[in-house]
């Protein structure tokens, strides 16, 4: 059995920062993947930032420059840290996780960018 639990959203003015983290537990012996995706009413969900097993990073073209994905292994936590946000980035941000063949989700964290 894998949870992931995503925290860390909330109401901020444009040109704001928050961080969100995502805590996996349950049976985990390795991870091939984890990332942020995130999901406006009536809209797709949307790839924001990824980070494979051996640490690489990739990011949506809309958050490059501004989003950072990391990673605490000791912790099976991973976390996105969102500066400069725009109110185009109000979404449900959810947490997903690739371990051996299967993938798992976070019931996700709402993010409101206004003013």
Do not use: H
């Not at 444009?14 to 996996?24: D, H, K, M, N, V």
């Not at 999901?39 to 949307?46: H, T």
């Not at 099976?76 to 946000?85: G, I, R």
């Amino acid at each position: 059995q894998v949870q992931l639990v995503e925290s860390g959203g909330g109401l901020v003015q444009p040109g704001g920062s928050l961080r969100l983290s995502c805590a996996a537990s349950g049976t985990i012996f390795s991870f091939n993947a984890m990332g942020w995706y995130r999901q406006a009413p009536g809209k797709q969900r949307e790839l924001v930032a990824v980070m494979s097993n051996g640490g690489r990073a990739n990011y949506a073209d809309s958050v490059k420059g501004r989003f950072t994905i990391s990673r605490d292994n000791a912790k099976n936590t991973v976390y996105l840290q969102m500066n400069s946000l725009k109110p185009d980035d109000t979404n449900v941000y959810y947490c997903n996780a690739v371990i051996g063949q299967s993938s798992y989700w976070g019931r996700g964290t709402q993010v409101t960018v206004s003013s």
